[in-house]
């Protein structure tokens, strides 16, 4: 039992009865990018002083891992740009080594990873998720406006270099990547990789058209099917993603819806020993468990379409960050007849 909850703690149960093993951990609202779908380019983030410290973020995922807790994935915005952070996941490891934790994990857009995705594997990091939608670095950077594709490649390499499982999470956007995802598909099995299309959901605002983003992931699976042959597996990773396996690669394939502002769902902060007034995004696979405040940014993941659950209070703080979250900025891929709109319309 890990060292700051000696105590057997009970379990964290939800409604239903399903025990809660799975929390997603955002360490950060802040990111390299400003993906159009995702962030206006000019961002307002919350003081750094309305972050949990990294002692603290500690404390709470040990307090979660001393219920029950065997899977933790830290997240952000991106979660490799907060300073500090490999302390944290070193501190964390303490939990592997104490088989009190299954698996540590992180989700991040690949840009750090050649400075980090070996220290990740020192610390006991088997696999990772990479946000990647599109492998032409031009309509790369208009998708990220601010992104280098070689570097995500670089991070990639690192990452498989160093022994890490990789999975690839790409959004399927229409009009902007929906003819590339075959490419995505080969590429990523080719290189041993998973491959998760993300649905993006055509909700909330982020200053942009998300109908005219919004491809059903219905209709790219029967497109998919039209080229593949696709069989249903039973694999799972702990989130909503179902999966197929591609005869023709041998590889695997998911499928995950993404809400527009995936990271977390936002309860205010309640009055806690660990949180007295600040802010962090917890989340669980089944039963979404949030401390602090809705932040301005968002970051993705195909596992976050869990309800709030019964015990957790709605959305009523937004007043935490009261400014526009969003300014709409569009990306400078072209429109044209034929062809759907851009991702931001
Ligand atoms: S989608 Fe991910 S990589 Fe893109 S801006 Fe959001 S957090 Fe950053």
């Known amino acids: 039992m890990n060292q700051h ?6 379990a964290l149960v939800d409604p239903f ?21 995702c962030m206006s380019e000019n961002m307002n ?10 002692e603290e973020l500690d404390r709470l995922c040990s307090a979660f891992v001393a219920r029950g807790v065997r899977k933790l994935r830290l997240t952000g ?4 740009v907060r300073r500090g952070i490999m302390t944290l996941v070193g501190s964390l490891s303490r939990h592997l080594t104490s088989g009190d934790l299954d698996e540590l994990t992180l989700t991040t857009n690949g840009s750090q990873l050649p400075k980090y995705a070996r220290e990740l ?8 998720n990479v946000s990647l939608d599109t492998l032409d670095a031009e309509k790369f950077r208009a998708i990220t406006r601010w992104g280098e594709l070689d570097k995500v490649i670089a991070g990639i390499d690192a990452a498989q270099a160093a022994g890490l499982r990789v999975k690839i999470n790409a959004v399927a956007l229409k009009g902007v990547n929906e003819d590339e995802i075959p490419t995505l598909i080969e590429w990523a099995h080719g ?4 491959l998760t299309l993300i649905e993006v959901m055509p909700l909330g605002d982020v200053g942009e058209g998300r109908l005219d983003q919004y491809l ?6 029967a497109r998919l099917a039209e080229r593949y042959t696709l069989d249903d597996i039973a694999y799972r990773t702990g989130g909503p993603a179902r999966y197929v396996r591609v005869a023709e690669t041998g590889g695997t394939l998911g499928c995950g819806k993404r809400p527009p502002h995936a990271h977390t769902v936002a309860v205010p902060a309640p009055v806690s020993p660990i949180t007295p007034n600040r802010t962090s995004k917890v989340r669980s696979d089944r039963r979404p468990v949030v401390i602090g405040a809705r932040p301005p940014s968002v970051a993705r993941s195909p596992s976050s379409s869990a309800p709030p659950s019964a015990g957790s209070r ?30 931001t319309g």
Do not use: N
Request: include cysteine; charge should be positive.
């Open 45 to 54: 983030f919350l003081p750094k002083a309305d972050l949990l410290t990294l």
């Open 216 to 221: 059903p992931l219905s209709i790219v699976r």
């Open 17 to 37: 009865g399903r025990h809660v093993t799975y929390l997603r951990v955002s360490v950060t609202d802040r990111c390299d990018f400003r993906c159009v779908y």
């Open 314 to 343: 709605r959305p009523r703080c937004p007043s935490a960050d009261p400014r526009p979250r969003h300014r709409g900025v569009r990306p400078p891929w072209p429109r044209g007849p034929g062809r759907g709109r851009s991702a």
């Open 121 to 128: 594997v020192d610390h006991g990091v088997k696999r990772i």
């Open 77 to 80: 915005g991106e979660p490799l």
């Open 5 to 10: 909850f000696p105590q057997i703690a009970p």
């Open 191 to 194: 290189r041993g990789m998973e």
